[in-house]
């Protein structure tokens, strides 16, 4: 499976929405997740099965899913939130994940 | 806690082996049943699943590394390990261990990564 994700870069204000967009090359029945990576820092999960926001990732964060189309939106973005955002497709059945390409997003 | 720490050469020269370690500490790594996970990031790239082992042993790898890769579990020692041959300047990359409890769950406990660059 694989996974495209855009924009590659994203520069945007404080205070803005943002939306970054992934889609898989087939039907992943949501098993998606979108996570946050620093510079040094390990990767940070923020959503799982496309729109389950994790445990202390603030409610600006949000993930919609559209058949094999899915979506991350920041609604008010904070100057903490830059990084780079990945999406992965995960499963069920099987240990393997794939990875987007990542979107690098500018404050 | 559950943590993970990444150890191991920062430097490995062309086509020799590339060994990491993974130490957990806060579980035993004998008796939680758990995925025990390699992912990269080469420079300017993007994250990359390369490998995992569950408790029981079983291995799974990326098909893009062949027969290159080999994971283990040293229960002895609390530790998980990846062994990368014939490496070349495409297997420079920051390397993270990984855990999660389940398949239908996504990563959530990660190292904090370390970098190997090949280069003679």
């Known amino acids: 499976i694989q996974m495209s994700q855009s924009p590659s870069t994203l520069s945007a204000f404080v205070g803005d929405r943002v939306t970054i967009t992934c889609r898989a090359s087939q039907n992943i029945n949501n098993w998606l997740a979108w996570y946050q990576h620093k510079p040094g820092k390990a990767p940070k999960l923020l959503i799982s099965r496309a729109s389950i926001l994790e445990s202390g990732v603030p409610s600006r964060f949000s993930g919609s899913a559209s058949g094999t189309e899915f979506t991350l939106t920041i609604s008010g973005l904070q100057p903490d939130d830059f990084g780079t955002y990945y999406c992965q497709q995960y499963n069920s059945y099987s240990p393997m994940y794939t990875f987007g390409q990542g979107t690098k997003l500018e404050i | ?120």
């Open chain 2, 1 to 120: 806690q559950l943590q993970l720490q990444e150890s191991g050469p920062g430097v490995v020269k062309p086509s020799e082996t590339l060994s990491l370690t993974c130490s957990v500490s806060g579980d035993s790594i004998a008796t939680s049943l758990r995925y025990w996970a390699w992912i990269r990031q080469s420079p300017g790239k993007g994250l990359e699943w390369i490998g995992t082992i569950f408790s029981t042993g079983k291995t799974y790898y990326t098909p893009s590394l062949g027969s290159r890769i080999t994971i283990s579990v040293d229960k002895s020692k609390n530790h998980f390990a990846l062994k990368l041959n014939s490496v070349t300047a495409a297997d420079t990359a920051v390397y993270y261990c990984a855990t999660r409890p389940r398949v239908d769950v996504p990563v959530a406990l990660w190292g904090q990564g370390t970098l190997v660059a090949v280069s003679s």
